[in-house]
């Protein structure tokens, strides 16, 4: 109620355009008399309420659009009005018909009577609920935007990247971005973005920076580093994007400190490095492993068969050395192994290889060969390398070798056969006798002749359905409590005796056996460990060959159905060559069966075969260290590096961790110490026969029982 008039009404033509316009104005007009009832309601008022004017003139307005709390507003506010008081703008929420409410901005005019009264008070209004709620509703954005900008972890800054005084000008930024930073809030604002950088890079680099945080949208996000005000420098990662307000375009940053999550990949990378080494180095004695010779020597016959030259392999065995090992102890067996590698290094070339695969055995490699005598020469000089006593641990222990030698081209062209040759040549010596130097020759392939027969009756073993499982506990470190069993196959055959796992699952994995063996084992551990309605998880060792067949995922569920064992009673523990041989379908196979529901452990990890990054791809839970990962470990704290480095990662990776080959109390305590919570051995339980194994069953249904 803005102003008074006290001026006589217009003349009558003028009233007629004025009653016109009053009815085609988009803003609302109310006429009330002194005692608030309804003069004049116009179109717009009819439009927005739903009242038509004829229906409410003279009624009193409040109870008509206004609620309770507004009417009796109105009223106080009505009643005091007098002519040199006027209410002024005015805004409240009217109700029409249909119960909608909407916000309304009034300006109120009095017209005087006679006596100088008000006689009509006239009210004008504009819908503003739109407009209301859009303000209402940025006002909200904005509070979330400071709130989150406050409070957010992460630093976050606002930067006008087009001030031409001073490039990257800082606009703002919360708490953590200047204490990330080392800086108080108000030391940056209003400084350059380039305060933070080791260089001049956003007066340098900004203009084109701009153009790609433009262009990336949402996915601007990359690394850098910036430099605190003590001077050190940190690495960050950051998010940018840019958006404008009041026609001028701002850059809002959200950085991270990464340092801690550097110094970790830092440490991954190092432990990597370290097991990558491991898996083709001898722990022992340092030498090139397996893995490294099979690599090494397939590099070296191709070149040599470019060159039309001589190679030789030589497998050296070391006479005996049981003998050693059992009469002097391990730590004794193990420095001769030590001085026996230090010695064939000596007396091989630079461009020889000299590997350890096995407990005493040595591969030579030794290439440009002039002929089949210069291999004879080096073997000897091998042997007499083995004449000078070896001092050990205070003891001077005089050991001799046998060599055995296959020359490429005329013993083979392959990396197996030479090395299988060289091993029927090393097998020929010690078969009559040792300290000898014997060539391979084709009478030799007897044992070949023999590996048959075993392919043959392995074959019609499974077929038979004359093979057995036993089932070795996996326990708990701290209680000894029953947590899982693990299957594995025996086998006896009547013609052979008992076959052990390492004669018959190679034999396997070479012809394509492993596939219907595999497939048996696991339909059997199902049948056995639904039969025992066990409560802890039954694993079984799966082969690459296996996993990598489509069908593998249609063979375990079948099992599972066919026996009615719940999927997470099933726990499949696969090798580490099978990230190495086909990483993506490795992982789609385990993605499927992660979908199924069973358990997913990856077996021998730090035997040497797989890197760290089979851990953080593949869809496991659990981990399972070699029993090599315990060689060396004792009750000093420095002995167990390694060990304690694979545990971490596996929990930083939240992945269980078991520990196999547990076969001191030592060891025990060692890992008790770690926190490792689930081991397998021969000191907490044998494999053993399904009958054997009830009392270790009783334990866990007991423990089952609520």
């Known amino acids: 109620m803005g102003f008074s008039r006290s001026e006589p009404l217009e003349p009558h033509a003028a009233h007629d355009v004025t009653a016109v316009a009053f009815d085609l104005t988009a803003a609302l007009i109310v006429v009330l008399d002194r005692a608030g009832r309804i003069r004049r309601f116009n179109a717009a008022c009819e439009r927005l309420t739903g009242f038509r004017e004829a229906d409410v003139l003279g009624q009193v307005?409040?109870?008509?659009?206004?609620?309770?709390?507004?009417?009796?507003?109105?009223?106080?506010?009505?009643?005091?009005?007098?002519?040199?008081?006027?209410?002024?703008?005015?805004?409240?929420?009217?109700?029409?018909?249909?119960?909608?409410?909407?916000?309304?901005?009034?300006?109120?005019?009095?017209?005087?009577?006679?006596?100088?009264?008000?006689?009509?008070?006239?009210?004008?209004?504009?819908?503003?609920?739109?407009?209301?709620?859009?303000?209402?509703?940025?006002?909200?954005?904005?509070?979330?935007?400071r709130t989150l900008f406050e409070r957010s972890a992460d630093g976050v800054v606002l930067i006008d990247p087009h001030d031409p005084d001073v490039p990257w000008r800082i606009v703002d930024c919360n708490a953590a971005f200047a204490r990330m930073?080392?800086?108080?809030?108000?030391?940056?604002?209003g400084c350059p973005l380039d305060l933070l950088h080791e260089d001049d890079l956003m007066a340098r680099e900004g203009s084109r920076l701009l153009e790609w945080i433009r262009t990336q949208g949402d996915d601007a996000h990359g690394e850098g580093s910036h430099r605190?005000?003590?001077?050190?420098?940190?690495?960050?990662?950051?998010?940018?994007?840019?958006?404008?307000?009041?026609?001028?375009?701002?850059?809002?940053?959200?950085d991270r400190d990464i340092s801690e999550r550097k110094h970790a990949e830092a440490q991954l990378q190092t432990l990597n490095a370290r097991l990558a080494h491991e898996a083709h180095h001898d722990a022992l004695t340092g030498l090139p492993n397996r893995v490294m010779l099979m690599d090494r020597l397939g590099?070296?016959?191709?070149?040599?068969?470019?060159?039309?030259?001589?190679?030789?392999?030589?497998?050296?065995?070391?006479?005996?050395?049981?003998?050693?090992?059992?009469?002097?102890?391990?730590?004794?067996?193990?420095?001769?192994?030590?001085?026996?590698?230090?010695?064939?290094?000596?007396?091989?070339?630079?461009?020889?290889?000299?590997?350890?695969?096995?407990?005493?055995?040595?591969?030579?490699?030794?290439?440009?060969?002039?002929?089949?005598?210069?291999?004879?020469?080096?073997?000897?000089?091998?042997?007499?390398?083995?004449?000078?006593?070896?001092?050990?641990?205070?003891?001077?222990?005089?050991?001799?070798?046998?060599?055995?030698?296959?020359?490429?081209?005329?013993?083979?062209?392959?990396?197996?056969?030479?090395?299988?040759?060289?091993?029927?040549?090393?097998?020929?010596?010690?078969?009559?006798?040792?300290?000898?130097?014997?060539?391979?020759?084709?009478?030799?392939?007897?044992?070949?002749?023999?590996?048959?027969?075993?392919?043959?009756?392995?074959?019609?073993?499974?077929?038979?359905?004359?093979?057995?499982?036993?089932?070795?506990?996996?326990?708990?470190?701290?209680?000894?409590?029953?947590?899982?069993?693990?299957?594995?196959?025996?086998?006896?055959?009547?013609?052979?005796?008992?076959?052990?796992?390492?004669?018959?699952?190679?034999?396997?994995?070479?012809?394509?056996?492993?596939?219907?063996?595999?497939?048996?084992?696991?339909?059997?551990?199902?049948?056995?460990?639904?039969?025992?309605?066990?409560?802890?998880?039954?694993?079984?060792?799966?082969?690459?060959?296996?996993?990598?067949?489509?069908?593998?995922?249609?063979?375990?569920?079948?099992?599972?159905?066919?026996?009615?064992?719940?999927?997470?009673?099933?726990?499949?523990?696969?090798?580490?060559?099978?990230?190495?041989q086909n990483s993506v379908l490795a992982v789609q196979q385990l993605a499927r069966l992660n979908a199924l529901g069973v358990l997913l452990s990856l077996d021998d990890f730090g035997a040497g075969q797989s890197a760290v990054v089979s851990l953080m791809t593949l869809p496991l839970q659990e981990v399972k260290l070699d029993r090599s990962v315990l060689a060396g470990v004792t009750a000093q704290p420095e002995t167990w590096d390694v060990l304690s480095a694979l545990l971490a990662l596996a929990r930083g990776l939240k992945l269980s961790a078991v520990v196999e080959g547990v076969e001191t109390e030592a060891q025990l305590a060692v890992l008790r110490a770690l926190g490792c919570r689930t081991v397998q051995g021969y000191l907490t339980g044998r494999p053993e026969r399904p009958e054997a194994l009830d009392p270790w069953l009783r334990g866990t249904r007991a423990s089952a029982r609520p």
């Open 181 to 189: 930073n080392g800086y108080r809030r108000d030391d940056l604002i």
């Open 299 to 580: 590099r070296e016959l191709a070149r040599a068969q470019r060159a039309g030259h001589h190679l030789a392999v030589m497998f050296v065995d070391i006479d005996d050395f049981k003998r050693v090992n059992d009469s002097l102890g391990h730590a004794v067996g193990d420095s001769l192994l030590k001085e026996v590698a230090a010695r064939l290094i000596r007396v091989m070339r630079p461009s020889d290889l000299v590997a350890r695969v096995g407990g005493d055995e040595f591969v030579i490699v030794v290439p440009d060969l002039h002929n089949v005598h210069h291999a004879a020469r080096v073997a000897h000089r091998i042997q007499e390398t083995f004449l000078a006593p070896i001092s050990v641990s205070g003891l001077s222990v005089t050991v001799s070798c046998s060599v055995g030698i296959s020359v490429c081209p005329q013993d083979g062209n392959g990396v197996d056969d030479l090395l299988q040759h060289a091993d029927l040549a090393m097998f020929e010596i010690k078969k009559h006798g040792k300290n000898a130097v014997r060539f391979f020759a084709s009478t030799m392939n007897a044992a070949a002749h023999e590996r048959l027969r075993l392919e043959t009756r392995l074959r019609a073993a499974i077929l038979d359905d004359t093979l057995s499982l036993q089932y070795q506990p996996q326990v708990d470190a701290l209680s000894g409590q029953l947590v899982g069993l693990e299957a594995l196959a025996r086998w006896t055959d009547v013609e052979l005796g008992v076959v052990s796992p390492g004669e018959f699952i190679p034999v396997a994995e070479d012809t394509g056996l492993i596939v219907p063996l595999g497939a048996w084992v696991l339909d059997e551990a199902c049948r056995q460990a639904a039969e025992w309605n066990l409560t802890v998880p039954i694993a079984v060792n799966v082969s690459s060959a296996q996993l990598m067949r489509t069908d593998f995922l249609e063979t375990v569920r079948d099992a599972l159905r066919r026996h009615g064992l719940p999927p997470e009673r099933l726990k499949l523990e696969l090798t580490e060559r099978l990230a190495v």
């Open 228 to 254: 605190r005000r003590d001077g050190s420098v940190f690495p960050i990662e950051s998010s940018s994007s840019v958006f404008t307000l009041g026609e001028r375009e701002y850059v809002l940053g959200i």
């Open 61 to 145: 307005l409040w109870p008509l659009v206004l609620d309770a709390p507004e009417a009796a507003r109105a009223i106080a506010a009505y009643a005091a009005m007098t002519p040199s008081t006027p209410i002024g703008r005015y805004r409240n929420y009217w109700v029409n018909t249909l119960g909608e409410r909407r916000y309304i901005s009034w300006d109120t005019t009095h017209l005087l009577g006679p006596d100088g009264e008000i006689d009509l008070v006239v009210a004008t209004g504009l819908d503003v609920t739109q407009e209301r709620q859009n303000r209402l509703e940025r006002e909200e954005s904005e509070q979330r935007f």
